[in-house]
């Protein structure tokens, strides 16, 4: 992996025919750590994403990844450096769980897998506990399972930069905050640059190094520390939701009141 990884984002905008999803967005996400984008439903949050990772072209403004225009990058360039894990979906494939993650590797356009790969497909499952679920068909795994899978087929292909769209999606509390905890581990372990879109505001206030705040009508409210970030008034304003914030290990946790104009 290189030192540093960054994405550079100046007045991107982005829209679906007529329907404008993003608007000016300017960021500059650097370096190792977990990033978390949090923000209402329908504020552009995976569009956002998408654009990052070269899914989806920009309809005007730029992204610049570690110094090169994203359209400088074919599809292919992009996957050697980037991997992406998108939002919790089923498996619909009649073959085992470890063929699933292969399939993902960077390899793929092998005939053959490297006993190599093999090594680092069962690795994955190991740091997701469900290695012993390694030959299990994937249409008999549950929403968690699957969601698991998923993020094994991400972690194989040892990126730079990681970007999930709601890793933590269809996972009970435990498995939440084994996936948000091992993600910040990973970007410190690695020196990589991990961002995770997450709908619970206190899964990124304790694991997120920096948050990304998005609101209505899909635009960027604030970026920082969760520390600086993540307050009432925030939540007030972007969500409709009235809160109250306590202090616990220096980092804000959320307390939910009432949802205004309910």
């Not at 650097?30 to 984008?37: N, R």
């Not at 905050?177 to 619970?200: E, K, N, P, W, Y």
């Not at 998005?214 to 600086?228: L, N, R, T, W, Y």
């Amino acid at each position: 992996m290189v030192s540093i990884s960054s994405i550079v984002i100046r007045g991107l905008n982005f829209s679906y025919d007529s329907n404008h999803i993003l608007h000016d967005i300017d960021l500059e996400l650097e370096g190792a750590g977990l990033i978390c984008i949090i923000g209402p439903n329908g504020v552009g949050k995976s569009t956002l994403i998408k654009c990052m990772n070269g899914l989806l072209k920009p309809t005007s403004g730029e992204i610049i990844i570690n110094g090169t225009p994203i359209s400088e990058y074919t599809l292919k360039e992009l996957s050697e450096f980037i991997g992406y894990v998108p939002a919790a979906s089923s498996l619909s494939f009649p073959m085992s769980v470890i063929d699933s993650i292969l399939i993902g590797m960077k390899q793929i356009d092998r005939w053959r897998q490297d006993p190599d790969d093999v090594i680092l497909a069962y690795r994955s499952l190991r740091v997701m506990r469900m290695e012993s679920m390694a030959l299990r068909n994937c249409n008999s795994l549950s929403a968690g399972q699957t969601q698991k899978v998923n993020i094994c087929r991400g972690l194989v292909r040892d990126s730079e930069i990681l970007i999930l769209d709601e890793p933590t999606s269809n996972l009970d509390v435990k498995h939440q905050l084994f996936v948000a905890d091992f993600l910040q581990r990973l970007s410190h372990r690695t020196g990589s640059l991990v961002i995770m879109i997450s709908h619970d505001l206190n899964i990124a206030a304790r694991f997120a190094d920096n948050v990304v705040v998005m609101k209505e009508p899909g635009v960027v409210d604030s970026f920082g520390p969760p520390q600086d970030i993540i307050s009432e008034e925030m939540i007030r304003e972007v969500y409709s939701v009235n809160s109250s914030i306590i202090q616990v290990n220096g980092r804000p946790h959320v307390i939910l009141d009432s949802a205004e104009n309910w």
